[in-house]
Structure formats: C-alpha cells, structure tokens
C-alpha cells in the first residue's frame, strides 16, 4: 500500500509544525498591515473617513489644523484608506499582535500639536 | 417490541463545524426519518447590506464565509457591473480567474482533511492540512492576506499580478499536482476507505434533478452541470476546461470528483498565467447606479453560487438576496440520509461539503 | 528465626507496593502512554507533547491530576450504586494481572501454576463492566456505545482466547513464568507461530478499543461512546485504565510471543522495555495506517477470517509437537 511507506519515511523527518512562540512566521512584504499616518502630510479632506467599510476613523478639527483617531478594534485591515489618500499621508506597517486588556484602550490618536506622540 | 430511539445531531457536536440541528429516529442502528433546524448562525446580512453604499458592500458579503469568500464576492461585484453596464478589462477578468481557482483547490484540499476525520482517518487528515499551506502562502504573496483577500472592487481588481511571483507559482503547483496523484492513489487502493465510502448516501440522477443538487454533489451523478461551462462568465470563454462527472452516484465518486478537480484547476491557472493580457486592471466607475434588478452566476467550489441584486438608482441596494450552495443540497442531503446506518451519518453529511453559515438566509414555508 | 521472617514480610510488602507493585506499574504505564502519544505524532509528521517537563514526558500525568480537580456530576437519572463503583473496578480488574507478569527475571511477583487462565479471566471482565457504565448512565450516546461494545465482544473474544492459548501446547503449562522460562531454552514463539502472533496483535487492538477498532468511543459519531457521563475523579480513574490495558496488552505479547526478559542467557529488566518498545512502535504503527471499522463490517469480518486462522493455528501446532 502507498500510504506505508509515507507513514514509515516521516517517522525520520523533521516536523513541520512551528512551535510558537519560540519560532515565529514572518509576514511577507506587502501583506497587509495595521494603516499609520504621516501626520504632517493629512489636509483634513475626510476622503478616508467616508470611504472605511466599518467607520474606524474620526477626524477632529479642520485643514491643516486636523486630529485622527483610529480605532484598531473595528478596522478589517482592507486597505482602502491607503489607496485614497490624495497625499499618501497613509502607509502599512506589519505588526500583527494586537492584544488589549481592554477595550477602550483600543485607539491611537494622531495630532501636530503633540509632535506626532501616539497616545494609546 | 418497537425500540425507537431519538437522537440529536448538533447544535453542538465534535463532527459538525457548524451549529445544525438534525434529529434522528433510529431503530436498531438504521434511521427511520429526519428533520432539520437550521437559524442557529443567522446574522442577517441581508438587512446590513440595504444600510451600506454598494462598495462598502463588498466587505460585507466577502466576509458571510471564510472559505468560499472570492466567490462571493465575485458575484456580487458581476451583478454590480451588469446594472452599469460596463465592460471589464481583460487583464482584471483573468486574474479574478486565476485567484477564483486556487481557492477551489484549497477548498478541496481542506474538505479531503474534513472527510477523512469524519472516517476516523487521522493521518489523511493531517497530511491535507500541511499540504493547504503551500497554497495558502502563494495567496498572501498576491493578495496580501490568507483569507478574506479584499481583491475585488467595481471595475477590476485593486493589486496586479507581478512577473516575478510566476516561478513560485508554477513550482508549488507542480508540487500540489503530485500530492492530489498520491492521494488519488490511496483511495483507489485502500480497502478501508472503499468500505467506508462505496454504496453509501445513494442519489439516483432523476432525485438529484427532482430536489435540485448542485455542485461536486450533482457530478458524481452523471449530469455534468459546471456553471462555468453554461455562464462563461470571467475569463472562462477564452480557457477550456473539462468537466468532470463520474457515474458512481456515492460517497466515494463525489470524493474522486473533488479530487480530480485539483490538477485541472492547476491547468487553468497555468494556462491563464502564460497568455496573460496586457491591459489596465481596473475602471473608474460611478458612485450611483441606475435603476434595475439582475441575477449573477458564479461557480464557487461547493457549487452554484447565486445573487440577485435590485437598485433603486441612489448609492444603497434595494435587495439583495443570496442564495449559497449548501441551501440547495440540504433536500438531497435528507433524502441521502433515509435508511443510512448510524456509523455511516458523518461520512454522508460530510459528502456534501456543508458550509452553515452561507446557507443561513429566511426561508419561508408553507 | 523471627527476625528473618518479619525482614522477608517487609521486604515482600515494598517489592508490592513500589517496585515492581503499584507505584512501579503506574508510572510505567505513564511512560508507555506518552511513548505512543509520541510515536504517533511522529508519524503524522508532527510534534507531540512538547512542553510539559522534558520533551513533555510528564503529560499523562498532568492530564490526570488536571482531571482529579474537575467537578464530579452525577446524573439524576442514573443508577447511583453501580456508576459510582464501576470506575473503582475497572481500576482494580486492569491492574492486577500485571502482577503476574515477570518484569524482574524469570519468575513474577505471584505465581502459580494455572495463572495465564486467571490473566484471561481478569481481562474478559473489563469490557462486561464498561458494559454496565454505560447502560447505567441513561444516556442515548451511552447506550449505543454500551452495545457496540457488547456486540465487538462477541467479534474478537474468541480468536483472542485462542491465540493467547497456543503457547501453552508446544510448552505444556498454563504459567506466565514457565512460558517465558522455556523461551529462554528453545526459539522465541512467535517464529514457531507466526499466525498466532498476527491474530493476537489484532484481537489485542480491539480489546483495547483502538483504531482501527475503536467503534464504542467514535468521537465523531457519539460524542463520547459509553463514557460520555463520567467526569472528575471517574474519568481520571478510566483514563488510568486504558493505560494499564495498554501495558498489560504489550506485556503479554512480550512474554508469550517474545520471550519476556531473556536473551540467550541472561535476563534483566532492561531487556524488557526494549522489548515493549518494539511492541508499542507495532501498536502506534497501526493506529496511524488506517480508518475506522465500521460494527458490522468487523463481526463479518471476523467470523470470516480471524476465527478460522485461529482455529488453523492450533491445529497446526497439535500436528507438529
């Protein structure tokens, strides 16, 4: 039968399981990632705020003057805000661990006034 | 002395992946009758879509299921282009071709896992699932995600195919292609497995046409029913393809059907990929669409996937309705299933690839 | 003259209760479950248990203590008296053969001369008692199973009655001890009875409930099979059975067919557990090779085959001695 010889050959192989957390599987390079802003470069169109699937970004003030909040608890990671912005205030960072105690810890907020400090 | 037992099947069960009901009268390990229940995962996507504009839409029906979430959102952005009454660019079409096949080899590898935990045949199981991976990792290579791959939007794609991914891809097909070799091989010689599978979940072709079976169900019948081959919608008319039906109306036909269905999905793509056009990847479509009511086709991997969709000329749906391919093989599934030996239940359940959480939409009955 | 006798009485009642007695028997039988637990894993091309104490050897252990500290429910429905005595004796019927098992050297800790039949004895009692648990606990899951047990019963008692007898025609006593004593002598039995060997290892998977055989606890069909109602301390005390079965199993096809812990001349424990090694590797080898039985493809299937073989090998034993 085939399958014994397969059975018989794995038994000298290594496994093929990862064993996380010790060895961990890098995300490739253009996979899709939380969204991040360039905060210098937003002039407040709102072009990203109206085109979100689940509405996880809120814009504060006006112009060039203007605050973002995103909320990492409702994003999907679809990436249609990055293709919007007319600026390309907006790029993707890899980091996939995103745990929280709780949930109102879940946002980040971008503002000039600060120096670009991410308030979590 | 009658000794008729009733026997739950679900909500809850280490079988089922999703909450179904099916209640068995059983006399002596043979069952008499059987009722469903379905609306244990019902979350009424139907309602949300009439409150969302028709892009934002596209999220909402990727994500009704994880496995055959390309397809469905393939149809719903085909029913979208009919009412606007534009053409899609050549390149857009072939790729949509191409993404819409490695998912249908990834749902066969995964349902071969399923079935054969539900034979109790471990090893098969664990073989399927580490070779999924390979196809998997191509697809975060294209799209950027494993699942759920947000690829399509109204007039194309959103991400090209670049040339230098194509070595890899024709390396790891060529490696899947001999994989599904050796697993066809397995069935074909392991008494075990032929015990378990011949003669069992018997559906003639005059039921299978009566109670409207679709799919891999439907082709292990004789009838060779392929949407893809009726509708050509996509890049199908430019491709050619066999349809695969085998004749033995059992478990174990609909097992060779699917896996027969791997190295010719791997054909297509490497035909798609060698005359691949040179065109943009998408238009730029209007935000408003006019008036109208259309149905769109698609073949998913579990079968006939259908949409209807009706506008009213503002940015929201009116309608839209879904229906999957698991709601049109539940009649034949309760038919398969009169007179099956207990033993035997998983393994016809498990026959027709049931996806719950696509079939959950409001049936009315009278 | 006292003094010797009270030495030998405490010396007997450690040899009983630590090595080879209980506490001995019930961490090998811990060693022997993690060794399969691993085999089998390595087979499917994956880790087994991995982290708890080195390279996970402690696992069974935890699982055990993990379930002493579970709630223990009774269901109103159900017999009291009996489902709570039935995990107690299981216990008690799985361990007490291994007594008579030569681990040491060539004569175990009991013998006597008719003690293969009592070994025999002991084992048939334990599916008869699964039996009882399930169709004490009034459950729909647990009668099925309950009955698929009884009806595997009449598939396999037979031919493993008779496999396990054949040694004792060409080596003329029914005692473990003299068994493997004659081994040391003359050839290793199962080169004289190939065919016996092969049907024990069979009848011996399906008296264990293993896959290929393991229709009475099929996980995907019944949740559970016939010991879906026991939970807490009962559960722990069943999984603990199933150990001691897969250690009682290994060693009476080592001692009969394999010729114990002998080898040409010497006899010592190490050789032993090489020796069960090879037989869990057979049993693992098994398990991951093949689908499940379905109840009554298995009875066809061994009144057809496995009885005949049976009935074959003893004759061809009474021919050639």
């Given at each position: 039968?085939?399958?014994?010889?397969?059975?018989?050959?794995?038994?000298?192989?290594?496994?093929?399981?990862?064993?996380?957390?010790?060895?961990?599987?890098?995300?490739?390079?253009?996979?899709?990632?939380?969204?991040?802003?360039?905060?210098?470069?937003?002039?407040?169109?709102?072009?990203?705020?109206?085109?979100?699937?689940?509405?996880?970004?809120?814009?504060?003030?006006?112009?060039?003057?203007?605050?973002?909040?995103?909320?990492?608890?409702?994003?999907?990671?679809?990436?249609?805000?990055?293709?919007?912005?007319?600026?390309?205030?907006?790029?993707?960072?890899s980091e996939y661990k995103t745990v929280f105690p709780e949930k109102d810890k879940m946002k980040k907020e971008y503002s000039r006034s600060k120096q670009n400090r991410e308030i979590k | 002395m009658k000794t008729e037992i009733r026997i739950p099947f679900g909500p809850q069960h280490p079988d089922l992946e999703e909450p179904i009901n099916f209640m068995f009268e059983v006399e002596e390990e043979y069952v008499k009758k059987v009722s469903v229940r379905l609306g244990y995962i019902h979350r009424g996507i139907e309602k949300l879509a009439e409150e969302r504009?028709?892009?934002?839409?596209?999220?909402?029906?990727?994500?009704?299921?994880?496995?055959?979430?390309?397809?469905?959102?393939?149809?719903?952005?085909?029913?979208?282009?009919?009412?606007?009454?534009?053409?899609?660019?050549?390149?857009?079409?072939?790729?949509?071709?191409?993404?819409?096949?490695?998912?249908?080899?990834?749902?066969?590898?995964?349902?071969?896992?399923?079935?054969?935990?539900?034979?109790?045949?471990?090893?098969?199981?664990?073989?399927?699932?580490?070779?999924?991976?390979?196809?998997?990792?191509?697809?975060?290579?294209?799209?950027?995600?494993?699942?759920?791959?947000?690829?399509?939007?109204?007039?194309?794609?959103?991400?090209?195919?670049?040339?230098?991914?194509?070595?890899?891809?024709?390396?790891?097909?060529?490696?899947?292609?001999?994989?599904?070799?050796?697993?066809?091989?397995?069935?074909?010689?392991?008494?075990?497995?032929?015990?378990?599978?011949?003669?069992?979940?018997?559906?003639?072709?005059?039921?299978?046409?009566?109670?409207?079976?679709?799919?891999?169900?439907?082709?292990?019948?004789?009838?060779?029913?392929?949407?893809?081959?009726?509708?050509?919608?996509?890049?199908?008319?430019?491709?050619?393809?066999?349809?695969?039906?085998?004749?033995?109306?059992?478990?174990f036909s609909r097992i060779l059907v699917r896996i027969d269905e791997i190295p010719e999905s791997a054909k297509i793509i490497e035909n798609a990929l060698h005359n691949m056009p040179d065109t943009p990847t998408q238009v730029k479509t209007p935000k408003e669409i006019p008036k109208g009511e259309t149905v769109s086709k698609v073949e998913a991997p579990r079968g006939e996937n259908l949409h209807f969709l009706k506008s009213n000329g503002t940015e929201k749906p009116e309608r839209l309705k879904i229906r999957a391919p698991t709601l049109a093989n539940l009649?034949?599934?309760?038919?398969?299933?009169?007179?099956?030996?207990?033993?035997?239940?998983?393994?016809?359940?498990?026959?027709?690839?049931?996806?719950?959480?696509?079939?959950?939409?409001?049936?009315?009955?009278? | 003259?006292?003094?010797?006798?009270?030495?030998?009485?405490?010396?007997?009642?450690?040899?009983?209760?630590?090595?080879?007695?209980?506490?001995?028997?019930?961490?090998?039988?811990?060693?022997?479950?993690?060794?399969?637990?691993?085999?089998?894993?390595?087979?499917?091309?994956?880790?087994?248990?991995?982290?708890?104490?080195?390279?996970?050897?402690?696992?069974?252990?935890?699982?055990?203590?993990?379930?002493?500290?579970?709630?223990?429910?009774?269901?109103?429905?159900?017999?009291?008296?009996?489902?709570?005595?039935?995990?107690?004796?299981?216990?008690?019927?799985?361990?007490?053969?291994?007594?008579?098992?030569?681990?040491?050297?060539?004569?175990?800790?009991?013998?006597?001369?008719?003690?293969?039949?009592?070994?025999?004895?002991?084992?048939?009692?334990?599916?008869?008692?699964?039996?009882?648990?399930?169709?004490?606990?009034?459950?729909?899951?647990?009668?099925?199973?309950?009955?698929?047990?009884?009806?595997?019963?009449?598939?396999?008692?037979?031919?493993?009655?008779?496999?396990?007898?054949?040694?004792?025609?060409?080596?003329?006593?029914?005692?473990?001890?003299?068994?493997?004593?004659?081994?040391?002598?003359?050839?290793?039995?199962?080169?004289?009875?190939?065919?016996?060997?092969?049907?024990?290892?069979?009848?011996?998977?399906?008296?264990?409930?293993?896959?290929?055989?393991?229709?009475?606890?099929?996980?995907?069909?019944?949740?559970?099979?016939?010991?879906?109602?026991?939970?807490?301390?009962?559960?722990?005390?069943?999984?603990?059975?199933?150990?001691?079965?897969?250690?009682?199993?290994?060693?009476?096809?080592?001692?009969?067919?394999?010729?114990?812990?002998?080898?040409?001349?010497?006899?010592?424990?190490?050789?032993?557990?090489l020796k069960i090694i090879v037989c869990v590797f057979i049993f693992a080898n098994l398990k991951a090779l093949f689908a499940r039985f379905r109840i009554d493809q298995f009875l066809v299937g061994a009144w057809k085959y496995l009885i005949p073989l049976a009935i074959l090998q003893i004759a061809m034993t009474q021919i050639l001695s």
């Open positions: 039968m085939t399958i014994i010889k397969e059975v018989i050959s794995n038994f000298l192989k290594k496994p093929v399981t990862l064993r996380f957390p010790y060895e961990k599987m890098q995300p490739v390079e253009n996979s899709r990632g939380q969204p991040t802003w360039k905060i210098e470069r937003c002039m407040g169109c709102n072009l990203c705020v109206n085109v979100c699937p689940s509405q996880a970004i809120e814009l504060r003030g006006k112009g060039r003057e203007s605050e973002i909040i995103y909320y990492q608890s409702k994003c999907l990671f679809c990436g249609e805000c990055i293709d919007v912005c007319p600026t390309n205030a907006i790029h993707s960072i | 504009s028709f892009l934002k839409n596209i999220y909402l029906v990727e994500r009704i299921c994880g496995i055959c979430s390309f397809a469905h959102s393939t149809c719903y952005v085909q029913a979208v282009e009919e009412l606007l009454e534009i053409e899609v660019p050549r390149r857009a079409r072939f790729i949509r071709t191409i993404i819409a096949e490695m998912e249908r080899i990834q749902n066969h590898y995964l349902w071969l896992a399923f079935t054969a935990k539900a034979m109790g045949f471990d090893t098969l199981f664990m073989y399927s699932m580490r070779d999924r991976d390979h196809i998997l990792k191509i697809l975060e290579l294209i799209t950027g995600k494993r699942v759920n791959y947000g690829l399509n939007t109204i007039g194309g794609v959103r991400r090209d195919l670049p040339e230098e991914l194509q070595p890899e891809i024709f390396s790891k097909l060529i490696y899947l292609k001999k994989r599904a070799k050796k697993y066809k091989e397995l069935c074909e010689s392991d008494p075990l497995i032929q015990k378990r599978t011949k003669n069992i979940g018997i559906l003639k072709p005059k039921d299978a046409r009566k109670l409207s079976a679709v799919g891999p169900t439907i082709r292990a019948s004789g009838i060779d029913d392929d949407v893809r081959s009726i509708e050509k919608y996509a890049a199908y008319d430019e491709i050619s393809f066999n349809v695969i039906t085998y004749k033995g109306c059992d478990v009649t034949a599934l309760c038919k398969m299933l009169e007179g099956a030996n207990i033993a035997d239940i998983p393994v016809i359940i498990a026959g027709i690839d049931p996806c719950i959480a696509c079939a959950e939409r409001m049936i009315f009955l009278k | 003259m006292e003094l010797k006798i009270l030495l030998e009485s405490v010396i007997a009642l450690l040899e009983l209760f630590l090595f080879p007695g209980f506490l001995f028997l019930i961490f090998f039988s811990f060693f022997i479950e993690w060794l399969d637990r691993k085999m089998v894993a390595k087979f499917q091309n994956r880790y087994g248990p991995l982290h708890v104490g080195p390279k996970g050897i402690l696992q069974p252990f935890a699982d055990i203590l993990k379930l002493l500290s579970k709630e223990d429910i009774t269901p109103e429905s159900a017999n009291e008296i009996p489902f709570k005595l039935t995990p107690l004796l299981l216990f008690s019927f799985a361990l007490t053969p291994l007594f008579c098992i030569p681990i040491i050297s060539n004569s175990a800790l009991i013998t006597f001369p008719t003690d293969l039949v009592i070994v025999i004895f002991l084992m048939s009692c334990i599916p008869v008692l699964s039996f009882i648990a399930a169709w004490v606990s009034t459950n729909r899951f647990s009668t099925i199973g309950g009955t698929r047990l009884a009806l595997q019963m009449f598939g396999y008692e037979i031919p493993l009655v008779l496999a396990l007898v054949s040694p004792t025609i060409t080596t003329q006593t029914f005692s473990i001890s003299k068994i493997v004593e004659w081994q040391m002598g003359n050839l290793w039995l199962f080169l004289i009875q190939p065919i016996g060997f092969a049907i024990a290892i069979i009848c011996l998977l399906a008296h264990l409930q293993r896959l290929p055989f393991d229709m009475p606890e099929a996980e995907t069909e019944l949740v559970g099979g016939w010991l879906v109602e026991f939970s807490g301390k009962k559960l722990a005390l069943i999984k603990l059975t199933k150990s001691l079965e897969l250690t009682l199993a290994a060693s009476l096809i080592t001692s009969l067919y394999l010729g114990g812990p002998s080898f040409l001349v010497i006899s010592h424990p190490v050789i032993y557990f």
